[in-house]
């Protein structure tokens, strides 16, 4: 079964439409990450969260937000998507404290026209 | 700050042995990763060596750690043509939230 799940698989968006992608987690785990990967590159860190505590990366840009509502849920919010902004978008967890690795979604697949 | 640097390619032929390396710049690591990703495909975690152990052996992989030099290494032994793939180290910094970062990604190349 599917622990970490990210909705929907394939996003496509208009160049300026907010897009909002999803992430669930079975797991209970109180450490979750986003990760923006484009092609060929090094999957890029944009936020993390511990349990309610968020953790923007300095490079982020103001264009990306994200919102935890509770343990299981995490959103990434991308307020005006720029064609620069296509990626594949991953989510992560991980149990803060424990000897294992961290559990990634399948990953959404944005695309901005 | 935080950086983990990979060589970018590696081709080797199938039989042979194939050896990626990784370096990290902090020495607040915790743990360190390997992962795997094909073509459109997720990450995979390959195997994964605590900062206070030199060596894991699992199976074909073993992954050295040198933590003076801050230099990880992932062998694969008797490499596949199903090896061919992207293989990424990530280390988990400890410091405040378990920053978990990734290297650019080796990309193995694997020959008849």
């Known amino acids: 079964d599917a622990m970490v799940i990210q909705n929907p698989r394939y996003q496509v968006t208009q160049f300026g439409k907010p897009v909002t992608l999803s992430c669930s987690q079975t797991?209970?785990?109180?450490?979750m990450y986003w990760y923006q990967q484009k092609s060929s590159q090094a999957p890029k860190l944009l936020f993390h969260?511990?349990?309610?505590?968020?953790?923007n990366e300095a490079d982020t840009p103001d264009n990306f937000q994200s919102r935890r509502p509770n343990t299981s849920f995490c959103f990434l919010d991308i307020r005006s998507p720029g064609l620069g902004d296509a990626a594949m978008y991953l989510c992560?967890?991980?149990?803060?404290?424990?000897?294992?690795?961290?559990?990634f979604g399948q990953g959404t697949r944005l695309t901005v026209v | 700050g935080e950086d983990v640097e990979q060589s970018l390619f590696l081709s080797v032929r199938e039989g042979d042995s194939s050896v990626i390396n990784c370096t990290y710049t902090?020495?607040?690591?915790?743990?360190l990763y390997w992962y795997k990703q094909e073509p459109g495909a997720g990450l995979q975690l390959l195997t994964y060596?605590?900062?206070?152990?030199d060596m894991k052996q699992d199976q074909r992989l073993t992954v050295l750690l040198n933590k003076k030099d801050k230099h990880l290494s992932l062998r694969i032994a008797d490499t596949q043509t199903g090896d061919s793939a992207i293989y990424f180290c990530?280390?988990?910094?400890?410091?405040?939230?378990?920053?978990?970062?990734f290297g650019a990604g080796t990309r193995l190349a694997v020959h008849p």
């Open positions: 797991l209970n785990h109180n450490v």
């Open positions: 990530a280390v988990m910094f400890s410091g405040g939230y378990n920053k978990l970062i």
């Open positions: 992560a967890t991980r149990a803060a404290g424990s000897d294992t690795e961290a559990f």
């Open positions: 902090d020495s607040s690591s915790t743990y």
């Open positions: 060596i605590f900062s206070n152990m």
């Open positions: 969260y511990y349990d309610k505590d968020f953790n």
